[in-house]
T-cell receptor, first 116, second 112 residues
Framework: DAEITQSPRHKITETGRQVTLACHQT?????MFWYRQDLGHGLRLIHY???????NKGEVSDGYSVSRSNTEDLPLTLESAASSQTSVYFC???????????????FGQGTRLTVV | DAKTTQPNSMESNEEEPVHLPCNHS???????IHWYRQLPSQGPEYVIH???SNVNNRMASLAIAEDRKSSTLILHRATLRDAAVYYC?????????????FGAGTRLAVHP
């Protein structure tokens, strides 16, 4: 079965280190998204991509970057981890039919990141 | 960007129907209404979506007001497993891109 997987599921890192969270989907979806979820803020969009070599900033993109070199993967990089980036991160993907909104999104199980 | 308004929390008893409301008074003609839910310690999962007509699937029903300014997610018989945060989302097109922007959602508690 097609799926979307995130790794690692849990990570602890130190302030100032570069961290990369992986997201891999096997649906061949063009659309991929990264969210963070914090208590009191719900899910907030960090970056999104609508295809290979396409990346866009979301609501809370400062301190994060993404790259899309193939359809299956959208890694999220924290250039210099800060304590404010302690959060649960979710990756999602959806099919694109000419940018149609008539499609469902599939979410990964999340990565819990702690920056100490 | 059009926004949605949902109650912070609702309660239900097991095996009773649940009606989860959502207001989206600034919805535009091309916005789809999506519902997702998030079970504890899991990623969000798709429930249902619609544009103008009421929709049914194996999980729930979606009733959309005629003016599209509000909608209601209907769980016909709540189970304990339906306890989750339910998000009503408008999926809109911005500059040629479509986004999925989440609000605070409604936390549904289901009592045995």
């Amino acid at each position: 079965d097609a799926e979307i997987t995130q790794s690692p599921r849990h990570k602890i890192t130190e302030t100032g280190r570069q961290v990369t969270l992986a997201c891999h989907q096997t649906w061949n979806h063009n659309n991929m998204f990264w969210y963070r979820q914090d208590l009191g803020h719900g899910l907030r969009l960090i970056h999104y991509s609508y295809g290979v070599q396409d990346t866009n900033k979301g609501e809370v993109s400062d301190g994060y970057s993404v790259s899309r070199s193939n359809t299956e993967d959208l890694p999220l990089t924290l250039e210099s981890a800060a304590s404010s980036q302690t959060s649960v991160y979710f990756c999602a993907s959806s099919e694109s039919r000419g940018f149609s909104m008539n499609t469902e999104a599939f979410f990964g199980q999340g990565t819990r990141l702690t920056v100490v | 960007d059009a926004k949605t308004t949902q109650p912070n929390s609702m309660e239900s008893n097991e095996e009773e129907p649940v009606h989860l409301p959502c207001n989206h008074s600034t919805i535009s003609g091309t916005d789809y209404i999506h519902w997702y839910r998030q079970l504890p310690s899991q990623g969000p999962e798709y429930v249902i979506h619609g544009l103008t007509s009421n929709v049914n699937n194996r999980m729930a029903s979606l009733a959309i007001a005629e003016d599209r300014k509000s909608s209601t997610l209907i769980l016909h018989r709540a189970t304990l497993r339906d306890a989750a945060v339910y998000y009503c989302i408008l999926r809109f097109n911005s500059g040629g891109y479509n986004k999925l922007i989440f609000g605070a959602g409604t936390r549904l508690a289901v009592h045995p």
